[in-house]
């Protein structure tokens, strides 16, 4: 087997690999940098109003990622840092992470007070002040403790960051004159210089999507590129692939591109690189199109067609059996990890009918028992699948489990293929993206600017992160 051992100095370093496994080598990157407070403010109050504004699910993986972002401010030695009751954090936890409809409800550290000597990480948790700030106003309660001692810094013995952002909706399609019929991406690696890692992966998952390929190397012309700024990025490194003679290139224009967004000298997250990338292509085909007069052509939505499913989540009061339902767009599905070793046991606990106490309905106007039921009403084509591996609250962790997946699956009745998957080694402090795809009817594992091709057990044998199906017509 090929040996993983990069020479650059400012590169990710890899560990070498041996015949015995595929997935031992896990970089020693240096600890992970917190954001800094100025950076990350506008982002954070953007996501913030996205969070006030959404219902469902998309409003729980919404403030999954807002928490995510509170956590990992810069730490300031001269703030204030808040105790709060391990139970309820506990229901919290479940809330966001387990994907429970069950809310935690006021916050009550009334324990605390009464009981000075409970035990850290157990009978209470330390949040610093931002976080303690929002919970408060989000779910109410107290009273405000004061902890005496800033609490060290996290540490984890497994995996990178993670956003769980919301689901998008996205559009794009064609129109052109000089057409590529061999939508097909040659078998090229992505050289990393610093963090990018998160990046080519992704991209890397992406590019076996013959539909994208297709619609983004012959819908963007010179029309398009001052409006479409991402989508020409794209469309470049696919042309730049497809072109070169050597076994990999070095990505420019998409990179500096979302500097603003992934500073180069941090590590990021392929989830949320792989939102944010999909609904930037949405907004600028949606901002061309609204442009565009009524005798000028648009650009269909071939995401919606391809990428994007449906769900609907019906709420059933058990006193007066009045049913309030939120019908939500995914890119995504989240899945969570807690008591399931497969990936279909994860779907089904996404799915299954939820009991929900002290629910107040909007009918009857009484808190009482009601039934929560999930269900799939529109599979995408592409059906991409984040299993929810790594958590921010009230402790940072990952969890490593393996999770058992197929080449071929069945899901809600439909068959699907797998064409992607995207793996995270190490820890949250120090870890390492890269992927497994299918290209040219073979699986191919993609190490940044290393390639190899290796065969299903290889690729079954992963952590899996990010799945990527394509549906079987």
């Known amino acids: 087997?090929?040996?993983?051992?990069?020479?650059?100095?400012?590169?990710?370093?890899?560990?070498?690999?041996?015949?015995?496994?595929?997935?031992?080598?896990?970089?020693?990157?240096?600890?992970?940098?917190?954001?800094?407070?100025?950076?990350?403010?506008?982002?954070?109050?953007?996501?913030?109003?996205?969070?006030?504004?959404?219902?469902?699910?998309?409003?729980?993986?919404?403030?999954?990622?807002?928490?995510?972002?509170?956590?990992?401010?810069?730490?300031?030695?001269d703030s204030d840092w808040y105790r709060l009751n391990g139970t309820w954090a506990q229901k919290y936890t479940t809330y966001l992470y387990d994907n429970s409809s069950t809310l935690p409800g006021p916050i009550d550290n009334t324990d605390l007070l009464q009981?000075?000597?409970?035990?850290?990480?157990?009978?209470?948790?330390?949040?610093?002040?931002?976080?303690?700030?929002?919970?408060?106003?989000?779910?109410?309660?107290?009273?405000?403790?004061?902890?005496?001692?800033?609490?060290?810094?996290p540490t984890s013995n497994a995996s990178s960051t993670t956003d769980r952002a919301k689901s998008v909706?996205?559009?794009?399609?064609?129109?052109?004159?000089?057409?590529?019929?061999?939508p097909e991406i040659p078998v090229k690696g992505l050289k990393n210089e610093l963090y990018f890692c998160y990046m080519h992966s992704t991209l890397q998952c992406m590019m076996s999507i013959q539909e994208l390929n297709n619609f983004i190397l012959?819908?963007?012309?010179?029309?398009?590129?001052?409006?479409?700024?991402?989508?020409k990025n794209y469309q470049e490194l696919l042309r730049q692939l497809k072109d070169t003679q050597y076994d990999y290139i070095k990505i420019n224009s998409l990179r500096n591109t979302?500097?603003?967004?992934?500073?180069?000298?941090?590590?990021?997250?392929?989830?949320?690189?792989?939102?944010?990338?999909?609904?930037?292509?949405?907004?600028?085909?949606?901002?061309?199109?609204?442009?565009q007069t009524q005798s000028q052509s648009k650009l269909p939505n071939i995401i919606e067609k391809y990428l994007q499913g449906k769900l609907i989540s019906e709420i059933i009061c058990k006193n007066c059996q009045h049913k309030s339902s939120i019908i939500e767009d995914f890119l995504t599905l989240s899945l969570a990890l807690t008591k399931i070793n497969s990936i279909h046991q994860s779907l089904d606990e996404f799915l299954k009918d939820e009991l929900i106490q002290d629910?107040?309905?909007?009918?009857?106007?009484?808190?009482?028992?009601?039934?929560?039921?999930?269900?799939?009403?529109?599979?995408?084509?592409?059906?991409?699948?984040?299993?929810?591996?790594?958590?921010?609250?009230?402790?940072?962790?990952k969890i490593i489990q393996h999770v058992k997946f197929s080449v071929e699956s069945t899901f809600c009745g439909t068959k699907y293929s797998l064409v992607g998957v995207i793996v995270h080694s190490g820890s949250l402090e120090?870890?390492?993206?890269?992927?497994?795809?299918?290209?040219?009817n073979k699986w191919w594992l993609f190490n940044d600017q290393k390639i190899k091709q290796v065969n299903n057990i290889d690729v079954l044998q992963q952590q899996g992160y990010i799945l990527f199906y394509q549906q079987l017509l």
């Not at 979302?258 to 609904?279: C, G, R, V, W, Y």
Request: net charge positive.
């Open 1 to 77: 087997m090929q040996q993983f051992k990069d020479t650059d100095n400012n590169s990710e370093n890899l560990n070498e690999e041996d015949n015995s496994s595929i997935n031992q080598h896990v970089p020693q990157f240096p600890q992970k940098k917190s954001p800094s407070y100025s950076h990350e403010v506008p982002q954070i109050l953007k996501l913030q109003n996205q969070f006030r504004n959404a219902q469902g699910n998309c409003r729980r993986e919404l403030e999954c990622q807002l928490i995510k972002r509170l956590v990992d401010l810069k730490k300031n030695n």
């Open 115 to 153: 009981n000075r000597n409970q035990v850290r990480n157990v009978g209470f948790f330390v949040v610093n002040e931002t976080v303690w700030k929002f919970l408060l106003e989000e779910y109410s309660g107290g009273p405000e403790i004061l902890d005496e001692k800033i609490p060290p810094s």
């Open 169 to 182: 909706e996205i559009s794009i399609i064609s129109s052109l004159s000089q057409y590529d019929i061999n």
């Open 218 to 231: 012959n819908s963007i012309n010179r029309q398009h590129s001052q409006m479409m700024t991402l989508c």
């Open 258 to 291: 979302i500097t603003k967004k992934f500073n180069p000298k941090q590590q990021h997250d392929a989830l949320e690189f792989l939102l944010f990338l999909m609904s930037s292509f949405d907004d600028e085909i949606n901002n061309f199109n609204r442009k």
């Open 359 to 397: 629910y107040k309905c909007d009918s009857c106007h009484k808190k009482k028992t009601a039934i929560k039921k999930t269900r799939i009403t529109k599979l995408p084509q592409y059906l991409i699948l984040h299993l929810k591996r790594f958590k921010f609250f009230p402790k940072s962790n």
């Open 430 to 440: 120090q870890g390492h993206y890269y992927s497994y795809c299918k290209r040219q």
